[in-house]
Protein backbone atom coordinates (compact mmCIF):
# COMPACT_ATOMS: atom_id res chain seq x y z
CA UNK A 1 0.00 0.00 0.00
CA UNK A 2 1.08 3.69 -1.01
CA UNK A 3 0.20 6.60 1.03
CA UNK A 4 0.36 10.32 -0.66
CA UNK A 5 0.38 13.54 0.97
CA UNK A 6 0.31 16.63 -0.66
CA UNK A 7 1.71 19.71 0.48
CA UNK A 8 2.72 23.30 -0.73
CA UNK A 9 -0.59 24.90 -1.87
CA UNK A 10 -2.44 28.15 -0.30
CA UNK A 11 -2.89 31.39 -1.57
CA UNK A 12 -0.95 33.41 -4.67
CA UNK A 13 -1.50 36.38 -6.44
CA UNK A 14 -1.83 35.67 -10.38
CA UNK A 15 1.25 35.83 -12.00
CA UNK A 16 2.67 34.28 -9.02
CA UNK A 17 4.67 30.78 -8.12
CA UNK A 18 4.27 27.83 -6.12
CA UNK A 19 5.68 24.24 -5.61
CA UNK A 20 3.89 21.36 -4.71
CA UNK A 21 5.10 18.08 -2.95
CA UNK A 22 3.90 14.62 -2.51
CA UNK A 23 5.49 12.41 -0.05
CA UNK A 24 5.05 8.93 -0.17
CA UNK A 25 5.20 6.19 2.30
CA UNK A 26 4.70 2.61 2.49
CA UNK A 27 6.48 1.58 -0.31
CA UNK A 28 8.97 2.95 -2.90
CA UNK A 29 7.46 4.86 -5.76
CA UNK A 30 10.57 4.82 -7.94
CA UNK A 31 8.75 1.95 -9.94
CA UNK A 32 5.40 3.65 -10.12
CA UNK A 33 4.31 6.48 -12.50
CA UNK A 34 2.96 9.37 -11.17
CA UNK A 35 0.86 12.42 -12.06
CA UNK A 36 -0.86 15.63 -10.55
CA UNK A 37 -4.47 16.37 -10.73
CA UNK A 38 -6.85 19.03 -9.91
CA UNK A 39 -10.46 19.17 -9.44
CA UNK A 40 -12.76 22.54 -9.06
CA UNK A 41 -16.38 21.61 -7.03
CA UNK A 42 -18.66 20.71 -9.64
CA UNK A 43 -16.74 19.40 -12.14
CA UNK A 44 -14.95 16.80 -12.73
CA UNK A 45 -10.94 16.35 -11.58
CA UNK A 46 -8.76 16.91 -14.91
CA UNK A 47 -5.26 15.61 -16.04
CA UNK A 48 -2.50 18.12 -14.95
CA UNK A 49 0.94 16.87 -15.64
CA UNK A 50 2.50 13.51 -15.47
CA UNK A 51 5.79 11.51 -15.35
CA UNK A 52 7.34 8.20 -15.80
CA UNK A 53 9.15 5.92 -13.09
CA UNK A 54 12.89 7.66 -13.87
CA UNK A 55 11.82 11.09 -14.66
CA UNK A 56 12.23 10.62 -18.54
CA UNK A 57 9.07 11.46 -19.58
CA UNK A 58 6.81 13.95 -18.77
CA UNK A 59 3.35 14.73 -19.78
CA UNK A 60 1.35 18.27 -19.66
CA UNK A 61 -1.66 19.30 -19.84
CA UNK A 62 -2.12 22.17 -22.99
CA UNK A 63 -3.82 24.60 -20.19
CA UNK A 64 -0.57 24.38 -18.23
CA UNK A 65 2.22 23.49 -21.28
CA UNK A 66 5.28 25.92 -20.63
CA UNK A 67 4.00 27.10 -16.76
CA UNK A 68 4.22 23.73 -15.01
CA UNK A 69 6.69 21.51 -14.69
CA UNK A 70 6.48 18.10 -13.06
CA UNK A 71 9.58 16.42 -11.36
CA UNK A 72 10.68 13.20 -8.82
CA UNK A 73 13.12 12.21 -6.40
CA UNK A 74 13.39 9.15 -6.02
CA UNK A 75 15.39 8.54 -3.51
CA UNK A 76 13.46 11.10 -1.32
CA UNK A 77 10.45 8.88 -2.55
CA UNK A 78 8.56 12.41 -3.55
CA UNK A 79 6.90 13.85 -6.30
CA UNK A 80 6.94 18.01 -7.39
CA UNK A 81 4.79 20.27 -9.10
CA UNK A 82 6.69 23.77 -9.41
CA UNK A 83 4.02 25.91 -10.97
CA UNK A 84 4.80 29.70 -12.50
CA UNK A 85 3.19 32.33 -13.90
CA UNK A 86 -0.53 31.04 -11.97
CA UNK A 87 -3.83 32.34 -13.72
CA UNK A 88 -6.85 32.55 -11.30
CA UNK A 89 -8.61 29.78 -13.70
CA UNK A 90 -5.55 27.17 -11.85
CA UNK A 91 -7.25 27.29 -9.13
CA UNK A 92 -8.61 23.55 -7.57
CA UNK A 93 -7.74 20.82 -5.52
CA UNK A 94 -4.82 19.49 -6.67
CA UNK A 95 -4.07 15.46 -6.47
CA UNK A 96 -1.01 13.32 -6.60
CA UNK A 97 -1.51 9.98 -7.64
CA UNK A 98 0.41 6.97 -8.40
CA UNK A 99 0.20 4.24 -10.97
CA UNK A 100 1.56 0.27 -10.84
CA UNK A 101 3.28 0.59 -14.06
CA UNK A 102 6.85 2.56 -14.99
CA UNK A 103 5.10 3.96 -17.82
CA UNK A 104 1.97 6.63 -17.61
CA UNK A 105 -1.10 4.70 -18.58
CA UNK A 106 -3.96 7.10 -16.83
CA UNK A 107 -5.22 4.29 -14.49
CA UNK A 108 -4.32 5.28 -10.81
CA UNK A 109 -4.15 3.42 -7.88
CA UNK A 110 -2.87 5.12 -5.23
CA UNK A 111 -4.36 9.04 -4.67
CA UNK A 112 -3.33 11.50 -1.98
CA UNK A 113 -5.83 13.94 0.11
CA UNK A 114 -5.47 17.02 -2.19
CA UNK A 115 -4.22 20.34 -1.49
CA UNK A 116 -5.86 23.67 -2.15
CA UNK A 117 -4.33 26.05 -4.79
CA UNK A 118 -6.10 29.63 -4.81
CA UNK A 119 -5.06 32.01 -6.92
CA UNK A 120 -6.64 35.80 -6.81
CA UNK A 121 -6.75 38.01 -9.43
Known amino acids: QVQLVESGGGLVQAGGSLRLSCAASGRTLSNYAMGWLRQVPGKEREFVAA????????YYADSVKGRFTISRDNAKNALYLQMNNLKPEDTAVYYC??????????????WGQGTQVTVSS
Open 97 to 110: AAEKSRIVGWDYDY
Open 51 to 58: ITWNGGST
